[in-house]
């Protein structure tokens, strides 16, 4: 006979569920299971008051389980405050695939999870992100309307790195114009840690502005494509936190921003792609602050991927969608000035706007 009984050791990995920081009121989490296809995947939503939660999905092999949530968790909380600060009508969700995109992905398995995506009849929308590609969000497409990056030839907005990587480029513009006193970054050594599809993009534009980029990266081929497409200079070193330069982009995965990073970190300013760039929002925003190193939050500058899917919803054109984009410069802006006026830290002063603009239609709403 099987005991109903949980032991304090398993008591002490169930607890954190809701009371974990990153929990943070999510409304629901989705564990999607298919023996067939092999698919493991979880949906946070983590409010919909603005909208429907929108926001990828992210295929990694994750270490465990327990890894795979905490991950999900933080991303679809992010994603609340990044459609808020941007003004989007749109809640905060995202979606994780536990497994390899490279050797497990498989259209059968992409379709079985568009047919979860479906069963929440439009309280989420999910959309490419690591491990994803337009082709993808095709296929979930064929079994759910609730998608959305899919490709243009379809009627979709296509590939969403592009615009990503643009506005996190405006963002950084914002920052040095702060830290600067001018947004140009022309001789600016720029640190790129990341170079996929975004990584590569933002990699562009900071060499048509004439910075001086060096790119690291754990795919050695991967650098070498993108130093002989752009000539930019690959890392060399073995600790690149180390290195003096005038800004770190991370572009890669999160919490690259911790206890350990930003005792060594020697940039003025860190504006990047990554999501959850630090590891702890509240003491590594107040570390970067007392150092004096400026953080460009990553949940406003690197919103130009969802301003980009917005439009297959809202049906704007290329041009607006631009517009939309290039006023992270505006809005980087507005936020280091608040944070400079109330002594705050640059994420707390993001944070406050996003909420307020959520707390201001739940009254409208009478909740």
Partial sequence: MTSDVISSKELSKVDPVFGQLSFDNH??????????????????????????????????????????????????RGMTFKSAITGLNLGGGKAVIIGDAKTQKTPELMRKFGEFVHSLSGRYITAEDVGMATEDMDTVREVTPYVTGISESKGGAGNPSPIT????????????????????LEDKSVFVQGIGHVGESLVEHLMNEGARVTIADINQERLEEVRAKYDVTIYGGQDIYSEPMDIYAPCALGATINDDTINKLQAYIIAGAANNQLADEVKHGKMLQDKGILYAPDFLINAGGIINVYAELENYDKQEIIRKTENIYNTTLEILDRAKANNLTTNTAALSIAKERIETRKREQGK
Wanted: hydrophobic fraction near 45%; aromatic fraction near 12%.
């Fill in 27 to 76: 409304e629901q989490i989705v564990f999607c299971n298919d023996k067939d296809t092999g698919l493991k995947a979880i949906i946070g939503i983590h409010n919909t008051v603005l909208g429907p939660a929108l926001g990828g999905t992210r295929m990694w092999n994750y270490n465990n389980e327990w890894e795979a949530l905490n991950d999900v968790l933080r991303l679809s």
């Fill in 165 to 184: 990587a643009y506005g996190v480029f405006m963002g950084m513009k914002a920052a040095a114009k702060f830290k600067y006193g001018s947004d140009i």
